[in-house]
């Protein structure tokens, strides 16, 4: 249960609801292993995104097996495809704009927190992320583990995103998602209608099981739809 801070305490309230959100392809335009896969992979390379979509190896083992495949590159490289990603430019505005209203923004991905921490970092925006950590060593590449000893580790994912929804449903009035791809949908289930926000590979898996959803293409509308213009 949310309390009012006592007066003369600079103690932040609780919040009373929650937008858990995705990063790439959400907060941001694209997705920064697609990026990865596009310039800096070299032709011919082990298609470890189609051996994902094909049910061969796990999301998490695909994302990890691309950015390992970055071991001759430069780290500047990298940061040169972050930079492009394109986060939201109302980023900033729009997480202070929820946090008015009690509403706390939740990061959840399935990529790495070594280009989360650096696009967020970078526009000022302090969260509470749940991502994959990872360093870059130079001559192996981008580094992604599981975040081993997190409440929110999965196998296939690396971080459980339903897991934290759930976790905050349990300690919310309410809580809205918002995703774009398959690794969204659990998550994306567990949230009513008018607060399941969707867009592209989401959109299309929740349209295919008959879950409505609202649409969105930039981060920023979410905001708009869940606080008003
Ligand atoms: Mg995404």
């Given at each position: 249960m949310a309390t009012d801070p006592s007066p003369g305490t600079d103690q932040a309230p609780e919040p009373r609801a929650a937008l858990v959100t995705d990063f790439?392809?959400?907060?941001?335009?694209?997705?920064f292993y697609s990026l990865v896969a596009e310039r800096l992979l070299p032709p011919g390379a082990t298609d470890h995104w189609g051996d994902y979509r094909a049910g061969r190896t796990t999301h998490f083992e695909a994302l990890q097996r691309i950015f390992a495949?970055?071991?001759?590159?430069?780290e500047a490289e990298l940061l040169a495809l972050v930079d492009e990603?394109?986060?939201?430019?109302?980023l900033a505005s729009g997480v202070e704009r929820l946090a008015a209203h009690g509403i706390e923004t939740v990061v959840v991905s399935a990529g790495c927190s070594w280009y989360i921490d650096r696009l967020l970092g970078g526009a000022g925006v302090d969260l509470e992320v749940y991502a994959n950590p990872g360093r870059f060593v130079p001559g192996q590449g981008l580094l992604m583990q599981r975040p081993?000893?997190?409440?929110?580790?999965?196998?296939?994912?690396?971080?459980?995103k339903a897991a934290v929804v759930r976790d905050r449903l349990a300690r919310r009035e309410w809580v809205a998602f918002a995703g774009d791809g398959w690794p969204d949908l659990d998550a994306a289930r567990l949230v009513p209608a008018e607060r399941r926000f969707a867009r592209a590979d989401l959109a299309a898996a929740a349209a295919a099981e008959g879950l409505e959803f609202r649409p969105f293409e930039r981060w920023s509308q979410i905001v708009d739809a869940v606080v008003g213009p």
């Open positions: 790439d392809g959400t907060m941001t335009r694209r997705d495949a970055l071991g001759d590159r430069e990603m394109g986060l939201d430019e109302s081993e000893g997190s409440r929110f580790v999965s196998h296939d994912l690396g971080v459980d």
